[in-house]
């Protein structure tokens, strides 16, 4: 059986989330190409019935397959050997064609209720087909003989770590639509991999075989490390910016914690919140502000925010903005000067991390606390250990 499984018991580690199985395969060396005359006609009209609405009659996919649609979705790719289809192994083509791409943020159908193997097997040989010689000889290359690899010792297998990382990262940056999804990095764990994209983490067991989506909870010692990733990035975003772009309201007395807060003018919540700060400030806590602009440039307090960052002292323009309900203020500034950029800059950098709403509310370990909480029962989870 698969090891990855005694390893993670071996270090009392937990990974929960779905398993998307990427690996089942059993080749058949041929001389030239794997497939006969026969099979590539069986699958000619199983490919007809099934794919060719969207992949095109002849396999040939959307022109613009790399470009994403207007809700961000990429179109239907080539599969004739003009895309990047070629850098797949058999394996991962069956489990894209059984799960489709819609549960990975795509829009691919599932077919695994429809096709049996032998079927894939016939379209795979279909659109395979249509590969010149020179892609063909290069996906052979690269998978000269996936069975022995498949059933080769991990040890033996780590010869192609690289590869295969590389090429999960590709399908997934394909079927996630454009997101952001970063190089593979090792984990804790030997032979596991994480890859973040957006705020997400997954992890890639056996060089890429295998994802796994969801939380690895180190249980001897009681830590989610995929929450203590996913702080690490938000204090390094946070980190680059500078102290002259936030609205800082000082800790009375020693300071016990910051607390960054991405806040809107126009919001309510984040009104309720402003008239609380004094409280947080006298249980030692700094309060760092950073604009986010719910609706972006569009939003209701963006102008307001802009004036905010414009004035001389911004903590006095921010109360009088939040009095103001969002609404620009006479009182205030134009939003006009080069500080107002940061209002902007606010705005993509809490996307970032993963700010959807006002108030967002971030620890100095990075702990994302979402939304309005009473100053009382605040205080305590920021000034608390942990
Ligand atoms: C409703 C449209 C649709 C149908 C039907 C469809 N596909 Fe796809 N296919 C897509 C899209 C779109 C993608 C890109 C990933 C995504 O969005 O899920 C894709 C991706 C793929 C990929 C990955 C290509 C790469 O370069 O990584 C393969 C392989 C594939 N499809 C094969 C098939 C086969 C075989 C069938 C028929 C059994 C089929 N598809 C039916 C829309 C479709």
């Not at 009659?57 to 207007?70: E, V």
Request: one cysteine or more; hydrophobic letters at 35%.
């Amino acid at each position: 059986m698969t090891n990855p499984y005694r390893r993670i018991s071996r270090v009392t580690m937990l990974l929960f989330g779905g398993i998307i199985f990427l690996s089942t395969f059993s080749d058949s060396r041929a001389e030239s190409r794997w497939y006969d005359q026969a099979l590539v006609e069986k699958g000619k009209s199983l490919f007809l019935q099934n794919c060719a609405s969207c992949h095109g009659l002849d396999a040939s996919g959307t022109a613009d397959w790399k470009k994403t649609d207007a809700n961000g979705n990429f179109p239907p790719p080539p599969l004739n050997g003009t895309g990047h289809a070629w850098h797949h192994s058999i394996s991962v083509f069956k489990t894209t064609i059984r799960q489709g791409g819609i549960r990975l943020g795509g829009t691919m159908p599932p077919f695994e209720a429809i096709l049996n193997d032998s079927d894939m097997d016939a379209i795979i040989s279909f659109f395979q087909s249509k590969w010149s010689d020179e892609i063909y000889e290069g996906w052979e290359r690269r998978y000269p003989s996936t069975e022995t690899q498949s059933m080769a010792p991990a040890e033996e297998s780590n010869s192609q770590p690289d590869t295969q990382a590389a090429e999960m990262t590709a399908l997934l940056k394909q079927r996630l639509g454009g997101q952001n999804i970063s190089p593979p990095v090792e984990s804790p764990i030997d032979g596991i991999y994480y890859v973040s994209f957006g705020t997400k983490f997954g992890y890639l067991i056996e060089d890429g075989r295998y994802l796994l989506m969801g939380n690895l909870i180190d249980l001897k010692n009681g830590i989610n490390l995929t929450e203590r990733e996913l702080g690490k990035a938000v204090v390094t975003e946070l980190g680059k910016v500078a102290l002259s772009d936030r609205i800082i309201y000082p800790a009375f007395g020693e300071e016990k914690a910051i607390l960054s807060v991405f806040t809107d003018t126009s919001c309510p919540y984040c009104q309720k919140m402003h008239l609380e700060l004094p409280k947080l400030q006298e249980a030692g806590i700094s309060v760092h502000y950073l604009p986010y602009p719910r609706g972006s440039t569009q939003g209701p307090g963006y102008q307001s925010l802009r004036q905010v960052w414009c004035a001389k002292d911004r903590a006095n323009a921010m109360t009088i903005a939040k009095r103001n309900r969002g609404k620009a203020s006479a009182k205030l500034p134009a939003g006009d000067c080069p500080g107002a950029d940061m209002v902007d800059r606010g705005y993509q950098i809490g996307n970032k991390v993963g700010v959807t709403g006002t108030p967002s509310l971030f620890k100095s370990n990075g702990e994302k606390i979402i939304g309005y909480v009473p100053y009382k029962d605040l205080i305590p989870r920021v000034v608390g250990n942990l």
